[in-house]
């Protein structure tokens, strides 16, 4: 039973308060089902989010970190997700040519109203965790 | 061209444009330059040009006050630029005396080419893609590739991008950046798990002695994310997956700022290949963004500004 419970992967989700905590809330609300592997961090704006959270959050063990926030056009602030998704775009890909895989960084548009689709992005997320096990990155030995 | 350099520098002071120059002079060793920062018209005459003016002076910009001379090769005025486009230096406040660079000499590729120490060699000088050094009162030539350093090799624009008044004839960009992207290419080559290991090799020799930050103008942050308490981010005990979660980080913080001018890998006492990282970060943003740095005082920074429809297929 033990060994069940540690295979499973943990997710850190850095969610914008404006539209993925939101829609976060409208999933667990509507009594959506997701996998209870995601943690969640809310955050003002997912323009918040310094690429610095995200590998903090792999270095403290989790499998897996999801960014999310509003859709592009949407966001509370006016400007905040355009500057995240350049700065996920560059993380993700350099976080490629460092060796970690592209599968523990991920991101999505969540809006508020889009409960089904956290749901969704949730199974999703720690679907590819899973498959590529766990993270052992930052490990004494490395990997 | 010392004399003009001078000459400029000199009137600059003496019509009171400029309270300060900052240039380069010869260093305590042989073959060094050590950074000239001064309002003395008496010390104008340590001003020096020579293939050995490493040092991004940019940096010396940062958190001045008054109206600053500087001395900028390509790559310096290019991360001048930069500090303007972040709003760190105005542009009124610098005179910018450009300086077209030929190429840096890394020394440690001439002294195991040659055979000598520093010491032992006479005199180098760079002319286009040829270095002649003297020899036992013998000249000898090589090819540029063979001595300058991988970052000049490498370099777009070796006469500055925005200057007040250039010192001598713009030179024509020797951008023959095979040895750095073969490098880069190689590490793409490996399959994930073995870049991992090779970074984990790499970071494990880092002593967190911040000589690339210190020496970079594109890391202006008074308070660094490296010494912060709260929260504690890294820990300050070099261990590698500390060191590398600092210099990532740090890549991708200076990430459209960098001008590739590879301070970061000279000054680092443990010879890390900083500028696999650098490089590779400012490839990247010329293919998804078409962006580089320095290039645009009136350009807003690469972070704050944004396409309607960009990173296409990486967002879920």
Known sequence: ?143 | MEKELRKQANRLLEEGTVDCIIGHAQGSLKFTTTPLITGDKTEISNLIISPFMHNNLANYLIRRHGKTGIVAKGCDSRSIVSLIQDKQVSRDAVVIIGVPCSGLVDMAKLESLTGKVRDQIEAVTVAGDKVSVKLNGKKKEYPARQVLFDHCLGCEFPTPQEYDCLIGEPVAAINDTELSSKKIADIKKMAPQDRWAFWQKQFSRCIRCYACREVCPACFCERCFAEESQPHWISPVPQWQDNLVFQVIRTIHVAGRCSDCGECERVCPQHIPLRLLSREMYDLIDEMFHYKSGMDKNAPPLMTAYEMVEAEGLIR
Not at chain 1, 31 to 58: E, Q
Not at chain 1, 90 to 100: A, C, D, H, N, Q
Not at chain 1, 113 to 140: H, M, R, W
């Open chain 1, 1 to 143: 039973m033990e060994n069940e419970t540690e295979k499973e992967p943990r997710i850190v989700g850095f969610l914008c308060k404006w539209c993925s905590y939101a829609g976060a809330d409208l999933a667990g609300t509507s009594r959506k089902k997701y996998p209870a592997n995601v943690t969640v961090v809310k955050v003002p704006c997912s323009g918040r989010i310094d690429p610095l959270f995200i590998l903090k959050g792999l270095s403290l063990g989790f499998d897996g970190v999801l960014v999310s926030g509003c859709h592009p056009g949407d966001c509370h602030y006016q400007t905040g997700n355009y500057r995240a998704r350049r700065r996920m775009a560059l993380t993700k890909k350099f976080l490629e040519y460092m060796g970690i895989p592209a599968e523990r960084v991920q991101a999505s548009w969540v809006s508020a109203s889009e409960g089904n689709k956290f749901a969704q992005v949730i199974a999703d997320v720690v679907k590819d965790v899973k498959a590529i096990g766990p993270n052992n990155l930052f490990c004494a030995e490395g990997r």
